[in-house]
Structure formats: C-alpha cells, structure tokens
C-alpha cells in the first residue's frame, strides 16, 4: 500500500486567483495521477504526473489552466490557475506502484475547493 | 473504449441484508477490474480486484466480487449488511490498449437502516 497526503485539506478561494495543492507519498511510486470529483459525481482524471518531465493531460485539461509539477517520485503539486466557481471540487491524488499503471490506486484524502 | 455502468445511484438495505451493488463493463480487452469505497470526506480506498485469476473475488471487510466475462459483469455483494457499509462504491476498469487509463462509474451510494 502506500501513505499519501494532501495539503491542504480544503480551501475557499476567490475567483481569478490561484491554488496549489500538494501531494506526497511515503515511498516512491512509479505513476501519480491527479483527478477531480465533482460534488455527487465519480472521478475524473486529469492528467498522469510523469517524474522529470511534462504531465499527460487527458482530454479537456490543459497545462495553462492545470499546471503540474513532479520533481521527484514521492511528490507532486497540482495548481488551479484562474479559478472560477465552476472549479469547485474535490481534488485528489493517486499513485500506483506499477509501471504500466493496470494495478490498483492509492488515494490522498483529497483537497475540497470552494471557489467564490 | 472501456466504460463501466454502475445500476442505482442508491441503494438502500437493512443491518443484517444482502448487499448487491451492480456494475457493467464493456472493455475490447480482458480488463482489470476494481471496487472501491469512499467513505465520507476520505480517498478512495481499495476493496477488491479482479485480473484474470479467480473470478470470484475476495476482498476486505466481506464483500466479494464475481467476474462473469458472458454477462460483462461483476457485482459487489456482501451476505450481511453493517451500518459501518454505509458509504459510496465505485466500479472502476483498465484496460492494457497500450497506454494506462482508469475508468470510474458513476458511484453508488450505499445507505444501511436499523
């Protein structure tokens, strides 16, 4: 299994600022993932956090909006550029451990952002 | 593509019932399949997985999950129910198509009356 955390917790924000969001894990894992979870909704991926180089956006994310950083295999930060109150949702981290990503994934707590 | 059906929003038992939560999927692969529970203000933590070895599944905290390839199913039930259940269970399918991608249901939201 795996440990991860998320800072922060939860956050109320303005409109048209920014938020970062933190993810870090006890071990070192191959793959990260970011998704979002909108309220009463199932989980949306959107990106794939690659360790050295630029993430993996699914389709209808993009890096201006949704910037990531992986600097090493424990941690990851998704920041919320511009936000709007359509931006609010839970957002959380994953991880799995295998290379190919088919196997089960660990989950943060999630970070709950209420933009206003 | 894959896709993942989950029946009922919600499902309500008794302390005590059987637990069925349904789930479809439609994979041109065989998949790896996943049950997952999210208990209120929590990740996601993992129940059960299926990849191609038993297809009935065991995992934790009693619930059990059967890999049916005919039917592209595999429901999550549990003999007894306990309040403790109480909480959203998502279905979630991979597929090796030569890149990773998870995809979630819908979620179904489990209620346990007294």
């Known amino acids: 299994s795996a440990v991860i955390s998320q800072k922060p917790s939860r956050d109320i924000c303005q409109r048209g600022t920014s938020l970062t969001i933190q993810c870090q894990v006890d071990s070192q894992v191959t793959m990260m993932f970011w998704y979002r979870q909108q309220p009463g909704q199932s989980l949306t991926l959107i990106a794939t956090?690659?360790?050295?180089?630029?993430?993996?956006?699914e389709s209808g994310f993009v890096i201006d909006k949704f910037p990531i950083s992986r600097p090493n295999l424990t941690f990851s930060t998704l920041t919320v550029s511009n936000m709007s109150p359509e931006d609010s949702s839970i957002y959380l981290c994953s991880v799995s451990r295998g290379g190919q990503g088919l196997e089960e994934q660990y989950f943060g707590p999630g970070t709950r952002l209420t933009v206003t | 593509a894959q896709s993942v059906t989950q029946l009922g929003s919600h499902v309500s038992v008794s302390e005590g019932a059987l637990v069925l939560l349904r789930c479809n999927y439609s994979s041109s692969v065989p998949p790896y399949l996943f049950w997952y529970v999210q208990y209120p203000n929590q990740g996601l933590q993992l129940l059960l997985k299926?990849?191609?070895?038993?297809?009935l599944v065991k995992g934790i905290n009693g619930f059990e999950a059967e890999f049916k390839k005919s039917e592209t199913s595999f429901h999550l039930t549990k003999p007894s129910a306990h309040m403790s259940d109480a909480a959203e269970y998502f279905c979630?399918?991979?597929?090796?198509?030569?890149?990773?991608?998870?995809?979630f249901g819908a979620g179904t939201r489990l209620f346990v009356k007294a």
């Open positions: 299926y990849t191609s070895a038993a297809t």
């Open positions: 979630a399918v991979s597929e090796d198509t030569g890149g990773f991608k998870t995809i």
């Open positions: 956090a690659n360790q050295g180089s630029e993430a993996t956006y």
